[in-house]
C-alpha cells in the first residue's frame, strides 16, 4: 500500500505483527505498534499506539527495530487501515479520510489507494487581502478617532494600535491552535467556544455590512441557540454529522470539547452545567480530561 500512495502522500508505514522486517525505503518511514485507541478525521487523525518501535535508519548495524516505547502517539490526515481486524471506528465508512479494508480481498489496496490518493490538495483559505488603514479611524491623520475594537478585546489581545499578539485572539485559541489553552487566558473567553470577532462587531465600519441570505452561512442544527451543556454532550459521530460542511470541523471533536469545557467552567454553577462536566471527566483524551477538570476546579469541584 505505501508504495501504491507514496508519490501523492507522505506515507508512515505501522506494522502490527512480528513478521518479517519491512524493508525500509527512502519514500517512507517504518515502525512497528499496536493501535489502542484513534480519533479524529480527516486532516486530523490522532492515534495512541502500544510498544511502539521505530525501525533503526539503514546504518552499519543489523536491521531492526529500535527501543520499545510502552506508550506513543502520532498524528496524520488520512487514516489508512489494513490490520485486517475490527475498524476503528463506529460507522467508519461515514468517516471523512479513514479507509478500512481486509487486505487479503482482491483489488482492495488498489481501489483504497485510488481514493485516498485524491484526499490531497489545497484548501481554498484567504492568502491576500488589502488593508485600507485610512478607512479605520484611528489611523485618521494620526489622531486617534476609536479604540473600540482596541478596548473589546476580551484577552487583549491588542498590544496597542495595529499590533495584534494573535496567540492571545480567541479565533486562533479556540480554532487552530492543537494543544491545550493558556490557563491565565480561559476565564477570558467568556462562552466564546469558536471564534470570537467581538472585534469586528464594535468596528463602525462594518455598520455597511449586510447580513447574507447565503443558505450555507445560515445557523443548522440549532446552533445559534443552544445550551453548552447540551453541546458538550454530543458523541463524535453526532459532532461529524451535524458539522458536515461547517467550519466547526476545522477545530476537531478533541478541540470541541477542549473549547466548550472552557465555556462551560466559566458558565454558571447549574446542575446541567456541572453533570455535563462530570460526565466528561474521564474521557479518554488528556488534553480534553485537563480542561474539564480545570472546569470543575471553577465550579468548586
Ligand atoms: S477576535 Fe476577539 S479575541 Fe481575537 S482580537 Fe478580536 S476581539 Fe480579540
Ligand atoms: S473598531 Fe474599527 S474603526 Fe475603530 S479602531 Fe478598530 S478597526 Fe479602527
Known sequence: MAELVQDELGVTCI???AGPIQLPSAAYDVAKGRLTSAYG???HFRMEFAQLQTLNPAGRGALGYGE???TARSECDVFIDLRGDAPAFPSHQKRNGY???DPAKTGELERIALTA???VGEFEKTVYFR???SLC???RANKTGCTRCLDVCPTDAFEGPHKLDARKCISYLTIELKGSIPEELRPKMGNRVFGCDDCQLVCPWNKFSKPTAEKDFQPRHGLDNSELATLFLWTEEQFLKRTEGSAIRRTGYEGWLRNLAVGLGNAPSTIPVIEALKQRADFPSEMVREHV???LRRHGL
Open 68 to 70: 520499545v516505547q510502552a
Open 15 to 17: 506494522v502490527n505483527d
Open 137 to 139: 479611524a484611528h489611523s
Open 131 to 133: 488593508l485600507e488603514e
Open 117 to 119: 490518493r485524491e484526499r
Open 293 to 295: 477538570h480545570w472546569a
Open 99 to 101: 479507509f478500512w479494508a
Open 41 to 43: 478525521a480527516l486532516g
